[in-house]
Each structure stands twice: as structure tokens, then as C-alpha cells.
């Protein structure tokens, strides 16, 4: 009875530890889901104007919502950057969004990307176009070009 005890025992050891291994290696074989902005939200206009007021209301909402990580300045140094070890744009560099479309913007604004939560269940619509304005709005512009003379 010992002996049929021990064999019984090493067998569930053993296929235990098989079924932990085939799980281990089907989670390093799952690819990431890939994050893609859908073509026509990109392509969607901002109907909001960059105003002197929606920059100004989309700067309100950024220092509710954003700064925290986005930093103050919007220069990607906020308070929970190191912590939460994020990866994020400075958007005083003008090459940082120059190649996404607002609508691209008020998509990861609206359903958040990675560790970013999404806004939609907390802004409206046209108040996700005035951070897209306040956004843009921080960019620095480029010095003008040296003249000769």
C-alpha cells in the first residue's frame, strides 16, 4: 500500500508540474494584443476652434486630469512618471505629436493607451477637444532662423 502510495503521489507530482510548464510557455508564446487607432477616428476633425477659451478650459482640464503625469508644463516629468515607470511625450517639443491627427488624440484621450486610463466616461466629447487644443498649444515654437548680416 506504501509503494502504490509513493507512485501515485510521484505521478501527481509529475503531472502537476508538466501542466504548470505547458501554462508557463503558452503565456510566453501569446503575442501582445496590438493597440491601433481605428482609420476613421484618426481622420476626425477637432470641430472645437483653438480659442483663447478652449485652450484656457482645456488647460483646466489638464491640470485635473493630466499633469499628474503629463507634468505642469506638459513636458512628460510628472509626479507619478518614475513611480508608475511611464514613458511619456513632452509635448513642449514640437516633433513629439506632429505626425498624429487631433482625432488620433482625442481617441487615446477618450479610451486611454497602456497605463492611461480613458476619459470618456468622464469628459465630454467637446471638452476632450479643448485638451486637444491646450495640448497642441504647447508645443514651443521653433526659434526663426538666423539672418546673416
Given at each position: 500500500m506504501w509503494k502504490e502510495a509513493k507512485i501515485v503521489s510521484s505521478l501527481l507530482f509529475f503531472l502537476?508540474?508538466?501542466?504548470?510548464?505547458?501554462?508557463?510557455n503558452t503565456e510566453q508564446v501569446t503575442p501582445p494584443v496590438e493597440w491601433?487607432?481605428?482609420?476613421?477616428?484618426?481622420?476626425?476633425q477637432n470641430p472645437v476652434?483653438?480659442?483663447?477659451?478652449s485652450i484656457a478650459e482645456g488647460k483646466r482640464i489638464y491640470g485635473i486630469d493630466c499633469e499628474m503625469c503629463h507634468g505642469k508644463e506638459g513636458n512628460g516629468k510628472g509626479d507619478l512618471v518614475?513611480?508608475?515607470?511611464?514613458?511619456?511625450?513632452d509635448y513642449k517639443d514640437p516633433a513629439?505629436?506632429?505626425?498624429?491627427?487631433?482625432?488620433?488624440?482625442?481617441?487615446?484621450?477618450?479610451?486611454?493607451?497602456?497605463?492611461?486610463?480613458?476619459?470618456?466616461?468622464?469628459?465630454?466629447?467637446?471638452?476632450?477637444?479643448?485638451?486637444?487644443?491646450?495640448?497642441?498649444s504647447l508645443a514651443e515654437k521653433a526659434p526663426p532662423p538666423k539672418t546673416k548680416g
Open positions: 502537476f508540474a508538466g501542466s504548470t510548464q505547458q501554462e508557463k491601433k487607432i481605428p482609420p476613421e477616428e484618426a481622420q476626425r476652434k483653438p480659442t483663447k477659451s518614475q513611480s508608475m515607470e511611464l514613458n511619456v511625450r513629439a505629436l506632429k505626425d498624429m491627427t487631433d482625432g488620433e488624440l482625442h481617441y487615446i484621450i477618450a479610451k486611454g493607451k497602456g497605463k492611461m486610463p480613458g476619459e470618456e466616461d468622464r469628459m465630454k466629447t467637446e471638452q476632450i477637444w479643448h485638451t486637444v487644443n491646450y495640448i497642441r
